[in-house]
């Protein structure tokens, strides 16, 4: 046997050489990072929620323990009295009506511009991308007196269009690279079957663009349900507070009374939409945020 062919046979059974420490350090300390920044973020979180069943005593003098009996009064109190029930109620209102109208809005445009060529489509789109740098407290005060010529201050109608406003642009962002990576030839196959404009967005972009709705939906959720400043400068009608004003409100006559359970029930149950659409819907953000981006 020749000498190559004996380095050759050497190579191949030689056992593989362990991995070196530094690359092993590598690999473990992103997961670290992660790790330690999960239990930051998800530490207040269970704490809040174990604060919520507990008593005012409690929660002054053992805040770290694991109350011994839930106090679900906590959160009947905070829902009846404390009002929590009507801001709530409300924030489902406004963000479900703004949510509704921004989809519709968002996914029409952002579909007119990914799939159709006409002039100044390259500045409206840069627009609506601009719009999404504006810091909105710079325009709360033209945007006050807006809604007060209108005669909207204070109302559903009013918030709800504000909202919508200000969750389009990032929508027609997110949703105008989806659109175009959709394939053109469903959509031609469909004009030959005689389908109108608005049957083929409706009936076919819309349906295959279902991974990318649902992730820049869940967004716009997330930031709406926690909108506060737009409504602390639009919704002055204390019987039309939504969740963050009554929050804020809860959290001034609660500390009066020093009702502390009471807080953080109100606290937990406006926390709880969140996360349940967040852990019932990741699964689609990722897939939705991927499939915009691998297409």
Same mark, same amino acid.
């Given at each position: 046997?020749?000498?190559?062919?004996?380095?050759?046979?050497?190579?191949?059974?030689?056992?593989?050489?362990?991995?070196?420490?530094?690359?092993?350090?590598?690999?473990?300390?992103?997961?670290?990072?992660?790790?330690?920044?999960?239990?930051?973020?998800?530490?207040?979180?269970?704490?809040?929620?174990?604060?919520?069943?507990?008593?005012?005593?409690?929660?002054?003098?053992?805040?770290?323990?694991?109350?011994?009996?839930?106090?679900?009064?906590?959160?009947?109190?905070?829902?009846?009295?404390?009002?929590?029930?009507?801001?709530?109620?409300? #924030?489902?209102?406004? !963000?479900?009506?703004?949510?509704? +109208?921004? $989809?519709?809005?968002?996914? &029409? @445009? %952002?579909?007119?511009?990914?799939?159709?060529?006409?002039?100044?489509?390259?500045?409206?789109?840069?627009?609506?991308?601009?719009?999404?740098?504006?810091?909105?407290?710079?325009?709360?005060?033209?945007?006050?007196?807006?809604?007060?010529?209108?005669?909207?201050?204070?109302?559903?109608?009013?918030?709800?269009?504000?909202?919508?406003?200000?969750?389009?642009?990032?929508?027609?962002?997110?949703?105008?690279?989806?659109?175009?990576?959709?394939?053109?030839?469903?959509?031609?196959?469909?004009?030959?079957?005689?389908? #109108?404009?608005?049957? !083929?967005?409706?009936?076919?972009? +819309?349906? $295959?663009?279902?991974?990318? &709705? @649902? %992730?820049?939906?869940?967004?716009?959720?997330?930031?709406?349900?926690?909108?506060?400043?737009?409504?602390?400068?639009?919704?002055?009608?204390?019987?039309?507070?939504?969740?963050?004003?009554?929050?804020?409100?809860?959290?001034?006559?609660?500390?009066?009374?020093?009702?502390?359970?009471?807080?953080?029930?109100?606290?937990?149950?406006?926390?709880?939409?969140?996360?349940?659409?967040?852990?019932?819907?990741?699964?689609?953000?990722?897939?939705?945020?991927?499939?915009?981006?691998?297409?």
């Amino acid at each position: 046997m020749s000498l190559a062919s004996l380095e050759r046979t050497a190579a191949v059974t030689a056992p593989p050489r362990p991995a070196r420490p530094r690359a092993r350090a590598g690999a473990v300390l992103p997961h670290i990072a992660m790790l330690c920044w999960g239990v930051v973020t998800a530490l207040p979180l269970l704490w809040a929620v174990m604060s919520s069943f507990k008593t005012d005593n409690d929660i002054l003098n053992d805040p770290w323990s694991v109350p011994s009996r839930p106090h679900f009064e906590n959160w009947s109190r905070a829902w009846n009295q404390a009002d929590i029930g009507r801001y709530f109620l409300n #924030s489902v209102i406004v !963000v479900g009506g703004a949510l509704l +109208l921004t $989809m519709l809005l968002g996914a &029409l @445009v %952002a579909y007119a511009l990914a799939r159709y060529e006409f002039r100044g489509n390259r500045l409206v789109y840069y627009t609506f991308v601009a719009a999404m740098f504006f810091p909105v407290f710079l325009a709360l005060v033209p945007l006050f007196f807006v809604v007060q010529q209108l005669h909207l201050l204070g109302t559903y109608q009013g918030l709800i269009l504000v909202y919508a406003a200000y969750a389009v642009p990032f929508t027609v962002f997110f949703l105008h690279a989806f659109f175009r990576t959709l394939p053109g030839e469903v959509a031609e196959a469909a004009f030959m079957d005689g389908c #109108s404009h608005a049957g !083929v967005f409706f009936r076919v972009m +819309l349906p $295959m663009a279902r991974p990318g &709705l @649902v %992730a820049v939906g869940i967004f716009n959720f997330l930031g709406l349900w926690n909108q506060y400043l737009l409504p602390l400068v639009l919704n002055p009608d204390p019987d039309r507070y939504v969740l963050a004003q009554g929050l804020a409100s809860l959290s001034v006559s609660q500390g009066y009374r020093s009702d502390w359970s009471g807080l953080f029930a109100g606290l937990t149950i406006a926390m709880l939409p969140v996360l349940i659409a967040y852990v019932a819907f990741q699964r689609h953000i990722r897939a939705g945020m991927t499939a915009g981006a691998v297409k």
